[in-house]
């Protein structure tokens, strides 16, 4: 029998019970031994072999609740998590994580059929029974209201209660009225707090999957404080520190107990608006995992008013200990007061400020930065207006084009030295080394590319800022083989924005560069960055992309021709679908195809959506397409590759140049463009492209940012 979400009801006649977060089963036993049943009907009893010990050998029918319990009798989630996921425990893990049976309900007992009967005759034939070691009974309530036992139920973190109708008969499968869940909200005060149609601030989000994370943000509202930030029981258990928290094991801070946020909010840096509450400007100051010492219940411990907790963050390190303070005589009731202490450790610094450390740990900016550019770094829950731009440049001025006069320095510079461009100075070397061979005209050099960059910034930087870019390197020239590049270097400069990835294993790249700025392409293009990678997803949220993308990759036995036929193949059934999208040429051989969609989706799901659009196109020419995955097994033919929809694989970027002779440019069309006769897919080169721009502009553009629905397939 199933509960029917809703508010505790009111009115006698109830009965009411926690709800444990467990994994909810029908257990039969009988002298043959036990099965085991989920929700679904699925057979769990391989999954759980320890309650086979159930009922002692009776014939009986049980509903109820398998957990595994901590040391203080709790049910522990992450362990029942595990055994879940085993088809088969071995006896490790049966040992480490042993199961528990919460009868909360009797159908049936030695062959009475109770089900017909009312909960409180079945409850009461259920509390005689010995149930032997693997199984318990746990508490039912007729003297208190569900609402006060929904309280209590808040009060020890638990999930929430049922309410079940008294006289209430048990019918198997039913989702029934006699019976009411309602779940503890423990961001009741959060959202209660805030006006969600004003404020970006996130409304949810999910535990995380490995160990517990914190934040600390830098939040300047009425008065500058940190935002220190647990993970506890799938919310961020919160505290406003007014001085920051610190490495120095002298200074006791001040800490002041706040309501829970939701785990979105470990990823928030934007500006909160005036008038809503905590308006101000919010940075990620800095966030790793933490573990709780001396507890294997935190949530017990900050209820008892002391918790000791180790941090493994970007900037804090070591144990840290909060502990409640004991309100003076006299003093006025309010938020609770703490005390925030970092420990005599291998970590502990004196005299250590948060102060000297401003910078965010997502995106290398500071308070002013993210209060000059709100919807930069935000992803989600963006307004409209907003979600509408994409990230940009704390200030607009250096992402502008190379004036007349920075063109003329950058000529009479001579084989080096520093120039000034877009606000910042670069300096650049080896100007006059030829990095393209000439065909339609002479060579290119470095001081070209340098020139293209610099010209066409506001172009190509709004398909790169806030996202993590690849770099596709040919410092010694594109008749040279060139190498990939995603680790920042050392000596890169210091305005140069990285994002550092926390997920990156030790061998992999920790920071990627994030190419924001004019000087930041000079930048690139100076180290010979011939080519440009933008990641799919925009920072913070780079498991959630922006576009969904089409590739069409030709073999050699596929002509361009026979690209474009394709290409407009998809055209027409974008068409159809009524999806905006453009396409561009690559500047070598293909055309690839970008389709904006609104935030949610995730690579799993563009993948999806691309691959099921692509066979359909396919079967229309099925000569022309291949769905081998081995290019040797394709015959030449062409790909329809919907594979690059997954993180850090990437497309080359609008308006990059490729490594050819005469500097092929990917260049986006409009889609009557593909029926041009004269359309190659390098037509535009790094010469020719800002011409095309000045007088066709960027078809692509208007759909940047665009919140787009995929139909169905």
């Known amino acids: 029998m199933l509960a029917t979400p809703g508010d505790p009801p009111e009115g006698a006649g109830w009965a009411v019970e926690f709800a444990w977060d467990g994994v909810r089963v029908l257990l039969r036993t009988g002298p043959d031994g036990a099965v085991v049943t989920g929700e679904d009907g699925a057979d769990l009893s391989a999954v759980y072999p320890e309650l086979a010990e159930v009922g002692r050998g009776r014939e009986l029918v049980l509903d109820g609740e398998v957990v595994v319990l901590d040391a203080h009798g709790r049910p522990d989630a992450a362990r029942l998590a595990r055994r879940a996921a085993a088809a088969t425990p071995d006896e490790e893990l049966r040992s480490a994580a042993p199961v528990t049976l919460y009868a909360t309900d009797l159908p049936s007992v030695d062959g009475d059929e109770l089900h017909d009967r ?150 928030f840096e934007g500006v909160i608006p005036k008038g809503q509450y905590g308006g101000g400007d919010v940075i990620v100051w800095d966030r790793g995992v933490w573990h709780p010492a001396h507890t294997d219940d935190p949530a017990a411990a900050v209820r008892a008013g002391e918790i000791h907790l180790d941090l493994e963050g970007e900037k804090l390190a070591g144990r840290f200990v909060l502990v409640r303070r004991r309100a003076r005589d006299g003093e006025r009731p309010g938020a609770e007061q703490w005390v925030l202490v970092h420990k005599h450790d291998d970590h502990a610094q004196e005299g250590w400020d948060p102060e000297e450390h401003p910078r965010s740990v997502l995106t290398g900016r500071t308070n002013d930065e993210v209060a000059a550019a709100p919807a930069a770094m935000w992803q989600s829950e963006a307004p409209a207006a907003q979600a509408e731009v994409p990230l940009a440049a704390s200030d607009p001025g250096l992402q502008v084009a190379a004036t ?177 999208a453009a396409p561009k040429v690559t500047g070598k051989r293909g055309v690839q195809i970008w389709v904006p969609i609104a935030d949610g989706y995730t690579f799993d799901d563009t993948r999806a959506w691309v691959e099921k659009l692509s066979r359909a196109v396919g079967k229309t020419a099925p000569g022309l397409v291949s769905w081998e995955w081995h290019t040797d097994r394709r015959h030449g033919l062409a790909r329809l590759d919907y594979t690059q929809n997954a993180i850090n694989k990437t497309l080359v970027a609008p308006f990059s140049p490729r490594p050819a002779p005469d500097a092929p440019v990917s260049t986006t069309l409009r889609w009557d463009e593909l029926d041009d006769p004269d359309l190659a897919p390098d037509r535009w080169t790094i010469r020719t492209l800002p011409d095309r721009l000045a007088t066709a502009g960027d078809p692509l553009r208007p759909l940047l940012g665009q919140a787009q629905t995929l139909p169905a397939l």
């Open 404 to 580: 007349d006069d920075d063109l003329a320095a950058l000529d009479a510079l001579g084989d080096g030295g520093p120039w000034s461009v877009g606000g910042r100075e670069v300096v650049l070397s080896n100007l006059d080394k030829v990095l393209f061979p000439g065909q339609a005209g002479p060579p290119l050099t470095k001081r070209d590319l340098v020139r293209f960059h610099a010209r066409i910034a506001p172009f190509l930087l709004p398909y790169l800022a806030g996202r993590p870019v690849n770099l596709h390197r040919f410092p010694d020239g594109v008749a040279r083989p060139g190498f990939w590049q995603k680790e920042v270097p050392g000596h890169a400069p210091d305005w140069l924005r990285r994002w550092h990835n926390p997920e990156a294993a030790p061998d992999e790249t920790q920071h990627y560069v994030v190419l924001d700025s004019t000087a930041a392409l000079v930048w690139t293009a100076n180290h010979g960055a011939i080519e440009l990678h933008p990641w799919t997803s925009r920072l913070p949220d780079v498991h959630h992309p922006t576009w969904a993308l089409i590739d069409i990759d030709p073999g050699p036995a596929v002509g361009f021709d026979d690209v474009l036929l394709l290409a407009r193949l998809y055209r027409t059934a974008l068409e159809h679908l009524q999806v905006a």
């Open 118 to 267: 009312p909960y409180d005759e079945r409850r009461a034939r259920l509390e005689a029974l010995d149930l032997g070691s693997r199984a318990e009974v746990p508490p039912s309530f007729t003297d208190s209201t569900p609402a006060e036992v929904l309280e209590v139920a808040r009060g020890y973190g638990l999930r929430g209660i049922v309410a079940k109708r008294r006289a209430s008969p048990y019918v198997f499968g039913v989702r029934s009225g006699d019976w009411v869940e309602t779940r503890v909200d423990r961001l009741a005060t959060y959202t209660g707090m805030r006006d969600f149609t004003a404020t970006p601030e996130p409304t949810g989000g999910s535990p995380s999957a490995g160990a517990p994370i914190f934040v600390v943000q830098r939040h300047r509202a009425r008065r500058l404080h940190y935002d220190f930030r647990l993970e506890i029981d799938g919310a961020l258990a919160s505290w406003a520190v007014p001085r920051g928290p610190t490495l120095d094991p002298s200074a006791r801070h001040l800490a002041v107990h706040t309501e829970d946020h939701p785990m979105d909010y470990a990823l």
